[in-house]
T-cell receptor, first 115, second 109 residues
Framework: DTGVSQNPRHKITKRGQNVTFRCDPI?????LYWYRQTLGQGPEFLTY????????KSRLLSDRFSAERPKGSFSTLEIQRTEQGDSAMYLC?????????????FGSGTQLSVL | RKEVEQDPGPFNVPEGATVAFNCTYS??????FFWYRQDCRKEPKLLMS???SGNEDGRFTAQLNRASQYISLLIRDSKLSDSATYLC??????????FGTGTKLQVIP
C-alpha cells in the first residue's frame, strides 16, 4: 500500500496520559499536514511541515501538542497530559508541492478517545 | 471571521435534482481552490480542483469568483451515491491548506 498510513487507528487513554501518533506519508511527498476533526466539523488545521521544517502551528494549539518530522519522512504527533476535549479524529495528509499545485492525500486517521 | 465558510446544510434533494453549494474565503491572496468529498467516518478525498475559468468533471461543475471571494460546486442529476459531506478547501500561495466545515448532502430516492 503506497498511500498515507497512520498508526494506531484507535487510541483510548485516560485523562492526563501522554499519547503519540505516527504518520507515514506517500514517499515522494514533501509536505505533511496534521488536522483534527470532530463530528460535524471540517478538518481543523494543526500544523504542517515542508520536508523536515515545521512551517506553521495553529495558534489554537496548546503547548501540550508537539509534532516532529525529523528526517522529512514520517511524522509524529504527541499530546501530553491529555484532556477529554482532545477526543477527536487526528488526520494526517501529505502532498507534493509543485508551483501552485497541491493535492492532499489523507490517511485513515487516528481516533482518540480520552476517558 | 473564519478563513473558509460553508453552509453546513443538510441539503436534502431528490434523485436527479441539481444542487449547488457555495463557499466563501477571507484571504484575498488565496491561490488554489479545491472541493473534497468526505463520506461518513472516512477520510476526505479530492473531488476536483477549481480553476479560474471554471471547470467541469462529468456531472460536477466548479466555479471561482475571485472578486467576491467565493467558489461553488454544482452537481447535476444527483445520485444516491453523491450523499456525503462536501468540503471547500483553500490554499494561499505557498501557505497551508485550510478546510471549510463542510456541507452535508443527502440524496433521497
Amino acid at each position: 500500500d503506497t498511500g498515507v498510513s497512520q498508526n494506531p487507528r484507535h487510541k483510548i487513554t485516560k485523562r492526563g496520559q501522554n499519547v503519540t501518533f505516527r504518520c507515514d506519508p506517500i514517499s515522494e511527498h514533501n509536505r505533511l499536514y496534521w488536522y483534527r476533526q470532530t463530528l460535524g466539523q471540517g478538518p481543523e488545521f494543526l500544523t504542517y511541515f515542508q520536508n523536515e521544517a515545521q512551517l506553521e502551528k495553529s495558534r489554537l494549539l496548546s503547548d501540550r501538542f508537539s509534532a516532529e518530522r525529523p528526517k522529512g519522512s514520517f511524522s509524529t504527533l504527541e499530546i501530553q497530559r491529555t484532556e477529554q476535549g482532545d477526543s477527536a479524529m487526528y488526520l494526517c495528509a501529505s502532498s507534493l508541492v509543485r508551483g501552485q499545485g497541491e493535492k492532499l492525500f489523507f490517511g485513515s486517521g487516528t481516533q482518540l478517545s480520552v476517558l | 471571521r473564519k478563513e473558509v465558510e460553508q453552509d453546513p446544510g443538510p441539503f436534502n434533494v431528490p434523485e436527479g435534482a441539481t444542487v449547488a453549494f457555495n463557499c466563501t474565503y477571507s484571504n484575498s491572496a488565496s491561490q488554489s481552490f479545491f472541493w473534497y468529498r468526505q463520506d461518513c467516518r472516512k477520510e476526505p478525498k479530492l473531488l476536483m480542483s477549481v480553476y479560474s475559468s471554471g471547470n467541469e468533471d462529468g456531472r460536477f461543475t466548479a466555479q471561482l469568483n475571485r472578486a467576491s471571494q467565493y467558489i461553488s460546486l454544482l452537481i447535476r442529476d444527483s445520485k444516491l451515491s453523491d450523499s456525503a459531506t462536501y468540503l471547500c478547501v483553500v490554499r494561499g500561495g505557498y501557505q497551508k491548506v485550510t478546510f471549510g466545515t463542510g456541507t452535508k448532502l443527502q440524496v433521497i430516492p
